[in-house]
Every structure is written in C-alpha cells, then in structure tokens.
T-cell receptor, first 116, second 111 residues
Framework: GAVVSQHPSRVICKSGTSVKIECRSL??????MFWYRQFPKKSLMLMAT?????????EQGVEKDKFLINHASLTLSTLTVTSAHPEDSSFYIC????????????FGPGTRLTVT | SQELEQSPQSLIVQEGKNLTINCTSS?????LYWYKQKYGEGLIFLMM?????EEKSHEKITAKLDEKKQQSSLHITASQPSHAGIYLC???????????FGQGTRLTINP
C-alpha cells in the first residue's frame, strides 16, 4: 500500500523556538494532505487541510500564524510550529489522500513534539 | 458537520473472546474507515466501507456497515494480545474533503 513518511519522528525543542515537521507521500502524488494533532488518550483533531500550490485551510480554533503549513509539491507538506510553547507538546500526524486509489487516505507514523 | 460516536470508549476482554466496537454517525455515511492505533504511533488502515450492508473481513476482524449507512460495527473473533490498541472509526465529511473521527475505543486484551 501507499506509504507516507514523517520526519522527524521525535523532536525536543526549547520554548520560543520553531520546529518544522515534514510529511511525504513516497509512492503517490497527494494533492491534498491533512495535519492532525492528538492529545493523550484522545482522538485525532484535524488542524488543517493542505492543498498543493495553495493556502492551507485551517480548522476553527487553530492559529494559522502559529502552525504554518506549506504544501510546495505533490509529495511534500510541512508543518512549522512557530514560537513553540510547552502546551504545543503533542503528537502530530499527517495524512495524504491518494485520489487515484479510491480516495483512500494514508497516515504518516506521527511526530512527537516535546517543548521544554 | 458530521459527528461520530464510538462505543464503548474502553474495553477489556479475555484473550480468546469475541468483541464488538460500534461507530454511529449523525449523518449518512458515504465512506467509513476503521483504523487501529497504538498510542503514540501512526494509524494502521484496516478497512473501508461504502455501500449499505457491506461487510469486509481481514483475518479475524470483520467490519460491517448497516443498510441505512449510519452505523458500523467492528467485530474481532477469538481476540489475541496483538489486537490490543485504540480503534478509530473515521468518515468522509461529505463535501469537506476531510475525515472526521470518533473518539476511539481503547481495547485491552488480558491473557
């Protein structure tokens, strides 16, 4: 099946710094990628929808200036957490939609962000 | 928008026993996905259902979508420790090009 990778898998950063997370579709083109955040013992929360070549669509309550999303190519989307704070510590998961494969959505392995 | 309700929220069963997890939608389902996750890891795609009455199986896991396409169930037969994890149902939020998820069901298998 299709593979989506995320990098890094784990990152620890200091408060006030910025962190970039990459999401890549490895064997298919993804015109749309999604970014989710997961809190401990809770379900996934959609943060934003990323469309190649256009601005991301953010869900209500998600700060677009804090969570910068760039979808520069059909295989790469990036999420940058700017001026990170400890409350941004979470598990971030991306997914990519393979429109040629019956709209199936494939998820990356996730990135654990810890802000100290 | 579409909302999904999963039940139960947590489940502890003895190894070898059968179990069922339910996912109920507030609207008609046009694409229902089941995923498994071990906390802190990515999601593993299990099955996708689209048609009313559809049923799919993979190894000891069977998923069904009811005729009215508002409820899906995931059934595990003869559970094993490897089945432990969090099971999430997801559905296409029609017209919004995104998935919405249930709150998840945490499954524990006792030996």
């Amino acid at each position: 099946g299709a593979v989506v990778s995320q990098h890094p898998s784990r990152v620890i950063c200091k408060s006030g710094t910025s962190v970039k997370i990459e999401c890549r579709s490895l064997d298919f083109q993804a015109t749309t990628m999604f970014w989710y955040r997961q809190f401990p013992k809770k379900s996934l929360m959609l943060m934003a929808t990323s469309n190649e070549g256009s601005k991301a669509t953010y869900e209500q309550g998600v700060e677009k200036d804090k969570f910068l999303i760039n979808h520069a190519s059909l295989t790469l989307s990036t999420l940058t957490v700017t001026s990170a704070h400890p409350e941004d510590s979470s598990f971030y998961i991306c997914s990519a939609r393979d429109w040629e494969a019956r709209d199936e959505q494939y998820f990356g392995p996730g990135t654990r962000l810890t802000v100290t | 928008s579409q909302e999904l309700e999963q039940s139960p929220q947590s489940l502890i069963v003895q190894e070898g026993k059968n179990l069922t997890i339910n996912c109920t939608s507030s609207k008609t389902l046009y694409g229902l996905y089941w995923y498994k996750q071990k906390y802190g890891e990515g999601l593993i795609f299990l099955m996708m259902l689209q048609k009313g009455g559809e049923e799919k199986s993979h190894e000891k896991i069977t998923a069904k979508l009811d005729e009215k396409k508002q409820q899906s169930s995931l059934h595990i037969t003869a559970s094993q420790p490897s089945h432990a994890g969090i099971y999430l149902c997801g559905a296409d939020d029609q017209g919004a090009q995104k998935l919405v998820f249930g709150q998840g069901t945490r499954l524990t298998i006792n030996p």
